[in-house]
């Protein structure tokens, strides 16, 4: 009987287990065409896509209303993704219907595509009466910097440059509000190809001729653009003399989109770090920070937060452990972190030792010369420490414990924190000592004054900034007010209702 009940719970175990996936074979035929059918889709959703990019573009210059151009370049990083030499090609034969030397210029930088294969259709935007009228300039350099994209990112530098080059001797001759927007992209682009030949400092005298035309015109897209890619122009060949003075004789314009404001945020950050003006720079450099996107551009705040954390230590300020630990800063920050253990301890050895290790990594990070600058710091915050941990100490036992060569260095460095007030203390001279004072309750000094002061201009910027940063459609200042013919149908009615009044009121008199 037992063993017929567990035959029984066998046979159901076995029944209630699902059944393997078994493998079955896919002809070849099938398979080969499934494969080639997903990248035929994706192609012909991006030539959908840029398809309507163009309808918002012709709509912004109809409508003389910029906002349907931004919507069109919002989309430029997700579109450049999905560019190929086959997307390309159709586009490019499919709107430039009537330039015939342009299309040709263009497609010379294409290979040739392959057959069209069975069900693929061909792309024609423009018909009849459309595919003989010119292109507007707006759609024509749209397209032109699609093809910049491409063999950018293909790495095809040369060839990228040859196009790009093209593209802003045709933006130079047009003086056209609607093509604004457009040409700060093309600028933008421009310069990166320039960089990566490591030819960035020849356009330098270019950036400056289309900064002072796009001022005169205002405009404030191009303006933004151009003065961020001088500015990293100069920064790249360290010549920070001449970006402060390109900050202090320019005015940033305040419509500039938040990416823009970001840029120039952080490029002021770093002149100031290196004039030594660390609370500038912290406090630019946290607008930076605030003024990036939330959710992508991870190397720019990457990048933001090294220069950040070495400007708080060079204020004598320890960074919060936090930032150390989000997931997209970890592993770049992890020399920082410990460089903030080093200066935290005033360890110089640890100082060294972490600079010998990461040095070339600093370099890169173009932070190398503000670290430099740490060692005093490091050997300031040891002296503090020795200042805290004992009443009374010989300076030979500070220059052990510092690893500093001989007392009279270690009576030189404790004598400049004194002056500096980084410790209340006394050296006496002949007998070779350092005597502590005590310590003074802060709640005496100006220091929580000074602490509430720089919390509440913190709050008071993030609201102004906020201010600032509201968008509201075009004139939507108006939808509430009456118009013309409202207005004199109320005024006609008010008459009316005024002579009614007036006749009740006679009539009410015998």
Known sequence: MKETAAKRRDKAGKADKPKEPQDVEMPEEEAAANATKQPRELDSLTLDDIKEHVKQIEKAVSGKEPRFVLRA???LPSTSRRLNTNVLHKATTGFFTNNTNTRDFLLGFLEEPMEMADGDVQFRPRTGKAALAPLLPEVEAYLQLLLVVHLTNNKRYTEAQKVSDDLLQKIGSKNRRALDLVAAKCYYYHA???EFLKQFDTIRSFLHTRLRTATLRHDADGQAVLLNLLLRNYLH????????????????PELANNNEWARYLYYTGRIKAIQLEYSEARRTLTNALRKAPQHTAVGFKQTVHKLLIVVELLLGE???????????????LMPYFLLTQAVRMG??????????QFGEKFQTDGTYTLI????HNVIKTGVRMISLSYSRISLADIAQKLQLDSPEDA???VAKAIRDGVIEASINHEKGFVQSKETMDIYGTREPQLAFHQRISFCLDIHNMSVKAMRFPPKAYNKDLESAEERREREQQDLEFAKEMAEDDDDSFP
Request: charged share 30%; net charge positive; hydrophobic share 45%.
């Open 411 to 413: 009576e030189f460095i």
């Open 372 to 375: 430099i600058r740490l060692r």
């Open 347 to 356: 360890n110089l050895a640890k100082f060294n030792q972490v600079l010998e």
């Open 192 to 194: 990166r190809v320039y």
């Open 237 to 252: 060949f360290n010549l920070y003399d001449q970006a402060e003075k390109l900050v202090s004789k320019s005015v940033f």
């Open 318 to 332: 320890i960074p919060d452990r936090l930032q150390f630990r989000q997931p997209s800063l970890k592993r770049s």
């Open 73 to 75: 370049l919002r989309a």
